[in-house]
């Protein structure tokens, strides 16, 4: 069965340094990955995604995430953190015909001023 | 830009009692779902709607669940009798009939059973 293992629960960053958020997924098929940011008491927005071709995509925000199919890794980082990046980042493998989402449980960023 | 809403944002409702959480996808979407979140734990998918019937569901989605698109907008889940362990942040999403897309999600509603 698919599943998503993000092993960092909470991570604490200083503003400006660079961040790495870790994502490992398990499907059998290609995957289709995608990083969501859930901010305090808002909903799930999407920061970015990869389908196929470069490996290396693009987000808003900043991020970026990394595909890596020898490590079954998606992992999301950005170069500067922001104090306004404090959140809940979620990487999620879309599952099915039909676009359902499989979770990983989440990593909360702390960013210390 | 189009968003997908959800209506109300927070609802307390007692042990037993029957909820309807509504939400409104994007207009031209064709798949729609519910997802939950309970409190410190991870996003959990419950059940995909297309064509107007289900299309898949999880172990969770029990008989105290349902779906309905009652006219050509709105996209509701109810839970008949709901319990305590129901108190969670559920999320409605749409996507297009595309399978280069995203899930659109809407704010969410937090329902508190008591």
């Known amino acids: 069965a698919q599943s998503v293992t993000q092993p960092d629960i909470h991570i604490t960053v200083s503003e400006g340094a660079s961040l790495e958020l870790r994502c490992n997924y398990s499907y059998g098929a290609t995957p289709y990955l995608f990083w969501y940011v859930q901010s305090p008491g808002q909903g799930l927005q999407l920061l970015l995604k990869y389908f196929s071709g470069d490996t290396l995509v693009q987000g808003i925000k900043g991020f970026e995430a990394e595909f890596k199919r020898s490590q079954s890794s998606f992992n999301l980082r950005k170069p500067s953190v922001h104090w306004s990046d404090a959140a809940e980042y979620f990487c999620a493998v879309r599952t099915g015909g039909g676009n359902k989402l499989t979770f990983g449980t989440g990593t909360q960023l702390k960013v210390e001023l | 830009e189009p968003e997908v809403t959800q209506t109300p944002s927070h609802q307390v409702t007692q042990m037993g009692q029957e909820v309807i959480l509504r939400c409104v996808p994007i207009s031209n979407h064709l798949y729609f779902y519910w997802y939950r979140q309970i409190l410190g734990q991870k996003v959990e998918f419950l059940v995909s709607f297309y064509n107007n019937e289900i299309s898949e569901k999880s172990e969770i989605f029990d008989d105290q669940f349902s779906v309905e698109r009652p006219d050509g907008s709105n996209f509701t889940l109810k839970i008949r009798s709901t319990k305590l362990e129901d108190s969670a942040m559920y999320f409605c999403?749409?996507?297009?009939?595309?399978?280069?897309?995203?899930?659109?999600f809407g704010q969410g509603t937090r329902l508190t059973v008591v």
């Open positions: 999403a749409s996507t297009p009939d595309s399978p280069n897309t995203e899930a659109f």
